[in-house]
C-alpha cells in the first residue's frame, strides 16, 4: 500500500477494507449484485488505504474474475490473502498484488481461525515467499502474536507481518490487557527486527482504538465488521468513521 517515508515509523496507520463479504452476498444469489468493485471503489473514494480480497480455494466470497476487475476499477494498492498453494501462487504471480498475505486456510472453516505456522511450515512456505518476492510482491504473514513466529517471518524474508488479533477481540475481562500487550511487544519485536507489523481480524469500533495506539502498527485490515456495519449505515459513512477511530487513537 502507499508506503510512508519510512516505513517504520508511520505517519499514517492505514486502513485496507477486506470487501470478501460484499462478495458473499453476491454470491448467496449467484448474480452480479453486490459488486465488490463498486465496493472498492466507494473504498477510495472515501480515503481507504486499500483493498484486501481473499481468493479462497472453495472461492465462497471473492472469485478469480473479481481480482482483475477490482485492479482496474481502483487505483488502490491490492492485498491479496492467499493460502500457501501453487495454484494460490500462480494466481498471484498472475495478477501481480501490490502485497500477498499468506494465510491458513481449512476448508471447514467460517473464517481465518488461526495465525500461520510460520515456524513450523518453514520448507514448505520459503519457496512460495521467494517466488512472490521476486514478482516484486511484498509478502506478508498472518500470524499469531509470538516471538518463534516473527522470527521465522525474519528467517523467511517477509518484509510483513500481519498480527492475528482475533484472540483480543474475543478476549474479555482481564484477558483483553494481556492480549493488547501481546499484540504491542509483537509489534515492537517485528518493527526492532525491520518487519513492518501490521494487524487484523474481528476489528470493530469498540475494540480498534488500543490496537490502532500501538506505534508501530503500519496497517490495519478490516472486513466482517465494516461489511455488517454498511448494511445499516451504507458503507461510506462506515469507512469514514473506522477511519476517524484509527486517527483519533493514533493522535
Ligand atoms: N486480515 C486477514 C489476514 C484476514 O484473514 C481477515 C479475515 O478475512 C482480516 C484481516 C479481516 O478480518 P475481519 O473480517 O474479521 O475484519
Redesign the pocket.
Known sequence: MNQPAHPLAPHRLRL?V?I??VATIRNARGGEHPDPVRAAQIVAAVGGDGI?A?LREDRRHIRDEDLSRIQAATNLPLNL?MAATDEMLAIALRHKPHAA?I?PERREER??EGGLDAAGQHNRLAPIVGRLLDAGIRV?L?IAPEARQIEAAMRLGAPVV?L???EY?HAEGEAVAVELRRLADMAALAARNGIEP???????YDNVQPIAAIPQIAE????????GEAIFTGLDPAVRRMRELMDEARG
Not at 198 to 204: E, R, W, Y
Not at 220 to 227: A, D, F, P, R, V
Request: hydrophobic share 25%; aromatic share 6%.
Open positions: 485496507g477486506n470478501d463479504h484486501t481473499h490473502e498475505c494465510v473464517t481465518t506478508s498472518f500481519e492475528h488479533t482475533g477481540a501490521h494487524a487484523g481480524h474481528g476489528l470493530t490495519l485490515n478490516i472486513g466482517h465488521y465494516l461489511i
